[in-house]
């Protein structure tokens, strides 16, 4: 097989994939993952269903697909975050009110990563790989900011013993409290009326105080 003929069959190869994903997150969005069907994926994608099996052997495959989808989105935010600041106390923050962003913007995608250590390990091993590493880089951004919040003294030294340590701490706070207001508004039927914004600005003050110089 020619070059040019092997690079254009793997780009509309590629294409399918990804049409296959944005028609299984516009259904997922609409009917909900469990009442959804293979079915109806095929049809949103404008595809035979013999043709969507080529490319996902069930519809928890097309659910991971779309979990390697929402780390990649979140590990760019991360990314653009730092580059707004010069500081590593004011990447850590923008990277904060960027991971609040990513719930308030995408939450079918926040939804997806709180669940995708599970859903990965029956992931095949070179989408697993692919998820591992966009987790590592994820880390790794905050815990560069970390490090240069202590090389440039707007982080506290005697309350940051371990950088990788603190980054665990600041991203499982921030979405613990993230997902009470989730659950506290789901409980009271009343989304306005829970002051969540509020409490998850607090809680992002809280953070940063708590390890600032």
């Given at each position: ?8 069959r ?5 294409a399918r994939?990804d049409?296959i994903?944005d028609a ?7 009917k909900g993952?469990?009442?959804t ?5 095929a049809?949103?994608?404008a ?7 080529v ?6 495959a ?6 390697l ?30 991971y609040?962003?990513?719930?308030r ?8 990563l709180?669940?995708?250590s599970?859903a ?11 998820m ?13 900011a ?8 707007t982080?506290?030294?005697d ?22 207001c ?8 009343l989304e306005?009326g ?6 998850i ?5 809280m953070?940063?105080?708590s390890?600032?110089?």
């Amino acid at each position: 097989m020619s070059e040019p003929l092997k690079t254009r069959r793997e780009k509309e190869k590629q294409a399918r994939y990804d049409a296959i994903l944005d028609a299984a997150e516009l259904v997922f969005s609409e009917k909900g993952y469990e009442r959804t069907s293979m079915d109806d994926i095929a049809r949103t994608a404008a595809l035979s269903r013999a043709l969507l099996y080529v490319y996902f052997k069930d519809k928890a495959a097309i659910q991971r697909g779309i979990m390697l989808r929402a780390g990649h989105s979140l590990c760019q935010r991360f990314e653009d975050a730092r580059q707004t600041a010069d500081t590593g106390l004011a990447q850590i923050t923008a990277m904060g009110n960027a991971y609040y962003q990513f719930y308030r913007e995408q939450p079918d995608y926040f939804s997806a990563l709180t669940t995708a250590s599970t859903a990965m390990a029956e992931a095949d091993d070179e989408l697993a790989g692919e998820m591992f590493c966009c987790k590592a880089q994820t880390m790794d951004l905050m815990v560069g900011a970390i490090n240069l919040g202590l090389e440039d003294g707007t982080m506290n030294r005697d309350r940051i013993h371990d950088p990788v340590e603190t980054a665990l701490y600041l991203r499982g706070a921030l979405h613990g409290v993230i997902m009470l207001c989730q659950s506290e508004m789901a409980e009271s039927g009343l989304e306005g009326g829970f002051p969540a914004e509020s409490l998850i600005r607090h809680t992002m003050e809280m953070l940063t105080s708590s390890i600032a110089s």
